[in-house]
């Protein structure tokens, strides 16, 4: 199974949104929609942002939302702020019965 | 809150096998969720390993399904990972981790990650 495909960095200035790419395929980000969204500063584990395409988990700040299109998810972050700086990550169930993680985008905020 | 905490040795040689124990307080593992394996080699991006319901019934990474296994221990409130044949490939920080919802495979809760290192 391949990796689903993000960019491998993003950047934005404070208060401006950004926008991450999930590229997958017909077998899995268009198949199912159990794709999430993580987020990882250096050194800590990975923390759930996105459940089910466009569920965030309680305490998750709501300027964080995502969506899908086809074979393409997304997350986008509005209202860019310092502490959002970090790796993130996106995933999805696929038909051979596993999971397939992106190849992760390093966000920094300008 | 529900807390899960790896464990294992932190350095295993090559040709043997890798095994480590998640255990996890504030939630028993008899529950529908299932509970999963992740590895992130330094540097690099996350792979999942596979997963294990509370039934002993597993999923594994296709790529890896002949080296990987997964246990539950109930009375312990333990889950494991064994993965023979290491090579330095395998060297990586392993967490454990327990989805949101069923079989949403959204992982909310994790480990802090144990660092295993494969070298003679």
């Known amino acids: 199974q391949s990796a689903l495909t993000q960019p491998p960095s993003v950047s934005g200035s404070p208060g401006q949104s950004v926008t991450i790419s999930c590229t997958g395929t017909?077998?899995?980000?268009?198949?199912?929609?159990?794709v999430s969204w993580y987020q990882q500063p250096p050194g800590t584990a990975p923390k759930l942002l996105i459940f089910?395409?466009?569920n965030r988990p309680s305490g998750v700040s709501d300027r964080f939302s995502a969506s899908k299109s086809g074979n393409t998810a997304s997350l986008t972050i509005s209202g860019l702020q310092a502490e959002d700086e970090a790796d993130y990550y996106c995933?999805?169930?696929?038909?051979?019965?596993?999971?397939?993680f992106g190849g992760g985008t390093r966000l920094t905020v300008l | 809150q529900v807390q899960l905490q790896e464990s294992g040795p932190g350095l295993v040689k090559p040709s043997e096998t890798l095994s480590l124990t998640c255990t996890v307080s504030?939630?028993?593992?008899?529950?529908?969720?299932?509970w999963g394996w992740i590895r992130q080699p330094p540097g690099k991006g996350l792979q999942w390993l596979g997963i294990?319901?509370?039934?002993?019934?597993?999923s594994y990474n296709p790529s890896l399904q002949s080296r990987v296994s997964m246990s539950i221990d109930s009375s312990k409130n333990q889950f494991s990972l064994k993965l023979t044949s290491v090579t330095a490939a395998d060297t990586a920080i392993y967490y454990c981790?327990?989805?949101?919802?069923?079989?949403?495979?959204?992982?909310?809760?994790w480990g802090q990650g144990t660092l295993v290192t494969v070298a003679s």
């Open positions: 981790a327990r989805e949101n919802d069923y079989d949403s495979f959204g992982y909310v809760h």
């Open positions: 504030a939630s028993s593992i008899n529950t529908p969720y299932h």
């Open positions: 294990i319901y509370h039934s002993g019934s597993a």
């Open positions: 017909s077998s899995d980000i268009a198949f199912y929609n159990r």
């Open positions: 089910e395409v466009t």
């Open positions: 995933s999805s169930y696929t038909t051979s019965s596993s999971l397939v």
